[in-house]
């Protein structure tokens, strides 16, 4: 059970330092974009060789495809939500100013104006928490195999960092406060450090078929919420070269996960 704490904690930890990273500083927009291309290449191949691919070994196609089909549409169903909420709320000012900076305000709008439309920040928070517990959960199952867990831990950690860090700027430029932020995020990395807690004791000795419906599920927001928000999001901001961090992104979760 330690080690299942310890594990879990490392794998969050990722979000709150990403969260706080992009609270402390402005990055440019086409950094911003490039690390939301770096996370979503290495969602796809959570998406294709750990979430999916395990669910139909585990519970074969027609659990994988219900699985998958559920996740996508809650994601969807959620990111209609967040973009109306979103585009209904205008960002806050600060109380004891009586001006406006106009140049900072030129450029929060010029770095994250399809933020503010897409409500990107808070689709981030729901694919990582919708992917990301029964991803964890997966994670505490294998703490029990030869393996380990080291890859699959490497993983987490390196696709959760820069999607925190997009998600805390994107809700800063839309004028969470800082306390918000923090908070909505290190309840994000609680739940997931409790979802590997959960994979290493009461489902460790479960039927492996029990993580079937999880795993596409998972699959299926992740796939939803690429092209519903991280790709055209990351492309709106950062061009062509986007196209490189993807791949790079696939390319170091790939390696990671066969190791």
């Known amino acids: 059970m330690v080690q299942a704490l310890v594990f879990g904690a490392v794998a969050s930890s990722a979000l709150v330092i990403g969260a706080a990273v992009g609270l402390r500083f402005r990055i440019p927009e086409r950094v911003l974009a490039a690390m939301l291309a770096f996370a979503a290449g290495a969602l796809i191949t959570a998406l294709a060789f750990e979430l999916f691919e395990d669910s139909y070994e585990l519970g074969g196609i027609w659990r994988a495809a219900v699985g998958l089909a559920v996740g996508a549409v809650v994601f969807t169903s959620l990111s209609y939500l967040l973009d109306r909420y979103a585009g209904r709320r205008p960002p806050e000012e600060n109380p004891g100013s ?3 900076d106009v140049d900072a305000a030129a450029s929060d709008k010029s770095a994250s104006s399809a933020s503010v439309s897409g409500g990107a920040g808070l689709a981030l928070l729901a694919a990582v928490t919708l992917d990301g517990v029964p991803e964890n959960l997966a994670l505490g199952v294998s703490l029990g195999e030869a393996s380990g867990g080291l890859a699959l831990l490497a993983a987490i950690f390196v696709s959760n960092f820069p999607e925190a ?3 805390s700027a994107s809700m800063r430029a839309q004028g969470r406060s800082a306390g918000y932020i923090l908070g909505l995020w290190g309840v994000c990395a609680a739940l997931l450090t409790l979802a590997v807690v959960l994979g290493a004791g009461p489902l460790a000795n479960a039927d ?6 999880p795993l596409a599920f998972a699959a299926g927001a992740v796939l939803a919420s690429l092209a519903d928000t991280l790709m055209p999001e990351a ?3 950062g061009g062509p070269v986007v ?3 993807t791949a790079a992104g696939f390319l170091l979760s790939f390696v990671l996960s066969t190791l």
Do not use: F, I
């Open 235 to 237: 492309y709106a901001k």
């Open 208 to 213: 492996r078929t029990t993580l079937s419906l």
């Open 165 to 167: 860090l997009v998600g």
């Open 243 to 245: 196209a490189l961090s």
């Open 98 to 100: 009586d001006k406006l």
